[in-house]
């Protein structure tokens, strides 16, 4: 199959696919009213607060606040992308994907392009593993590491031999190119990337090898050399070790983020399995939203040397945009003259996890390292340390973790004892959330029209039966109520789970996603009057405005004919 997958067959495929089983296959679910329970698969809980609505297909936790519909429930479950989660769901349903055909041609094409590259990425790999076995230097160099048998064999540990060509000669030179294996010199002639190297396959967490890393034998430099970016590898979105750590524990408690590829085998080999290190690359952003999707606690390692703080500073400025409730980071600064590898070996299992769990956590990391070399008692130093602090915290989700940030910049610069911008500015952030609950736990008409709109799609009907005239119609939420609407008119079949997908990954989603949840108490017979209420409601709201602001304009500046006819016409209808 070829092209994106259409909007249509998704629709179709969430309306066909009924949540409760969905998930009942992967996580027993308990009638208990109109819902169905379980504790949560996405935290640990002692008592089931994990609920799934066949009304409305969809699924949400009242613990950890995950919730959406059966290809959100997949890509959270099984740790997949989008576009995995709709194959498997198509699957589940016994269907299969339908693609759009407008590009097929091109993208039948890179398909089967990326299918040779895995397929030689593959090969290269075994053949690497052979290397290994029959060179003794290799093998020396490993048993010199105690690294054993079982490890080399899970990670799939290779060998490139010392030759220039040695690859050319067995497999498609152009597939060489395009995986990364070759390098092309400007004459046009091309040699082994890895030669003379320990070779650590790259694997993505569907098994995929998409690249390699390799280390020398010996203090050679570069000491360790990597795949280039290629059309399936790319460094800034992949872990090395992931794959392996989720064959061991697919929900590990922490992931521990290392430097490189043998402090990973290393603490395998003391039977710390999750242990992961970015590809000769800082710890991006990216990589940390990865490895948030398999565990809430990150535990980022560093040397202790001046390279490592710094490091540690990169990574807690990557970190701070997907920090948020639920979700912990540390900074764990080793000793002078340690890495993980040694550090394992001389305290041990006990002793080294001990240093996880009592690593500095990202927040006091934080304020350490901004308020450091700043006296504190003095006006400047504490206007300095806001405006090193602010830029930072600003970038924090929605939520009690940023506001408990804010709560201590306060706290460490005496906020409330100053005059100026920026103690309004303080207090207007730990109060945001608390002002955006209270609004959302008003049930306003028109939360209760697009609540219902969207868990009752077929009350479309009765908006249509009310033959609205919108122009020149303002009241809030009305573009999103219109949206909505169109939405349901504009489709063959629709439910909530189809209207929550479509505005996955757009400003709106948060709050579709709220008032899709929200529990407007009534009875079912009820229903379609409350709506009719509501929305009439808002509609003579947004008429009276519309009638002060015309005639309000008529007094100073006069209407145009469009205008007065819009006024004559709502003034009719009132």
């Not at 996580?27 to 809980?45: D, I, Q, S």
């Not at 609505?53 to 936790?61: G, L, M, P, T």
Request: glycine share 6%; net charge negative.
């Amino acid at each position: 199959m070829s092209g994106r997958i259409s909007k249509e067959f998704i629709d179709e495929l969430l309306v066909r696919v009924d949540i409760v089983d969905l998930i009942d296959s992967h996580v027993p679910l308990k009638k208990t009213g109109a819902n169905y329970v379980a504790r949560c698969p996405f935290h640990v809980e002692k008592s089931p607060s994990f609920s799934v609505n066949r009304n409305k297909q969809f699924f949400h936790c009242f613990g950890c606040g995950a919730s959406g519909n059966a290809i959100s429930f997949l890509m959270d479950f099984n740790h997949l992308d989008f576009v995995e989660a709709v194959e498997d769901l198509a699957a589940f349903a016994g269907l299969s994907v339908r693609r759009e055909q407008a590009t097929s041609l091109v993208d039948t094409s890179k398909k089967e392009d990326l299918s040779s590259l895995y397929q030689v990425l593959e090969q290269v790999a075994a053949f690497y593993v052979e290397q290994l076995r029959v060179t003794p230097k290799a093998i020396q160099y490993l048993k010199s590491r105690q690294v054993k048998g079982a490890i080399a064999r899970d990670f799939l540990l290779g060998y490139a031999p010392d030759k220039w060509s040695v690859l050319s000669e067995r497999f498609s030179q152009k597939l060489l190119i395009e995986a990364g294996l070759l390098v092309v010199k400007e004459d046009g002639q091309a040699y082994d990337r890895f030669r003379s190297r320990i070779i650590f396959p790259i694997r993505d967490k569907r098994s995929h090898i998409v690249g390699f890393g390799g280390r020398v034998l010996d203090d050679s430099l570069p000491k360790y050399l990597n795949s280039p970016e290629t059309p399936v590898f790319h460094k800034g979105k992949e872990v090395y070790g992931l794959y392996e750590l989720l064959a061991k524990n697919s929900k590990p408690q922490r992931i521990v983020i290392v430097e490189g590829y043998m402090d990973v085998i290393a603490l395998a080999q003391y039977g710390i399995y999750y242990a992961v290190a970015a590809l000769g690359t800082a710890t991006s952003q990216a990589h940390i939203d990865l490895l948030f999707r398999f565990s809430s606690e990150l535990v980022f390692c560093f040397d202790g040397d001046r390279a490592g703080r710094e490091a540690a500073w990169r990574v807690m400025e990557s970190a701070f945009s997907s920090l948020k409730e639920g979700r912990s980071c540390r900074i764990m600064i080793l000793p002078t003259q340690h890495d993980p590898d040694s550090l394992v070996r001389e305290e041990g299992v006990e002793g080294f996890v001990q240093r996880m769990q009592s690593a500095q956590a990202l927040s006091e990391y934080f304020f350490d390292y901004v308020t450091n070399g700043l006296n504190l008692s003095e006006v400047e130093g504490r206007s300095q340390l806001i405006s090193k602090a602010r830029p930072y915290l600003e970038r924090l989700p929605e939520g009690t973790f940023r506001e408990m940030m804010f709560s201590r910049l306060q706290d460490l610069s005496g906020m409330a004892s100053l005059s100026g911008a920026d103690n309004k500015f303080i207090a207007q952030q730990v109060s945001l959330n608390k002002s955006h609950q209270q609004a959302f736990n008003r049930l306003s008409s028109v939360r209760v029209a697009i609540a219902l709109l969207l868990q009752h799609p077929a009350l479309a009907e009765v908006v249509e039966q009310k033959d609205i005239d919108w122009t020149g119609l303002e009241f809030r939420g009305i573009e999103l109520f219109k949206s909505i609407l169109g939405i349901i008119l504009d489709k063959k079949s629709v439910n909530t789970a189809v209207l929550i997908e479509h505005y996955r990954d757009t400003p709106e989603e948060k709050i579709v996603t709220s008032l899709a949840l929200l529990d407007v108490y009534m009875d079912e017979d009820k229903i379609e009057t409350v709506f009719s209420d509501a929305l009439d409601s808002l509609l003579k709201q947004a008429r009276d405005a519309s009638i002060t602001r015309l005639e309000a304009k008529a007094r100073s500046h006069g209407l145009d004919a469009q205008e007065q006819t819009a006024l004559v016409n709502m003034l009719t209808m009132k």
